[in-house]
Structure formats: structure tokens, C-alpha cells
């Protein structure tokens, strides 16, 4: 696992996903996590009791732009 140190030689963060992404919609799904986007989009599809299709979404996305092995 990879590990992230701040400027003071602190970790903080060591839990970095190893796994490869398949295609373009596991990396865009990364990006997201990471910004905090994915969090705020799953809330709004809370609130108004919807499913946000973000699943849905990555499957499409890595089946159209597959990375090659």
C-alpha cells in the first residue's frame, strides 16, 4: 500500500486503492471519491430518493473505453 505524507513527514493517508482501473469510468469513479463529488452526488440522489446511476454509469463508461492489459 501506498502511503502520503504531508510536509511534515506526518502520514495521512496510507489506505490508497492498489487495484487497476478496467476503464475510463473506474478512474473517473477514483477522481470523484477523491474530490469528494461522489459523496455530495450520493447525498443529493438521497435526498430526492433516487438512485444517482453512478454505477450504471462505470460499467457504460468501461465497457466504451476499456484500458488495454
Not at 502511503?3 to 490508497?16: E, S
Not at 478496467?22 to 430518493?49: C, F, M, P, Q
Request: aromatic share 4%; hydrophobic share 30%; glycine share 8%.
Amino acid at each position: 500500500m501506498a502511503k502520503v505524507f504531508n510536509n511534515k513527514g506526518k502520514i495521512v493517508r496510507d489506505n490508497l486503492p492498489t487495484d487497476r482501473s478496467k476503464g475510463l469510468g473506474d478512474t473517473i469513479e477514483k477522481i470523484t471519491k477523491a474530490t469528494g463529488i461522489k459523496k455530495i452526488v450520493e447525498g443529493a440522489a438521497r435526498v430526492v430518493n433516487k438512485d444517482c446511476g453512478c454505477n450504471k454509469r462505470k460499467d457504460t463508461l468501461n465497457k466504451m473505453f476499456p484500458y488495454k492489459k
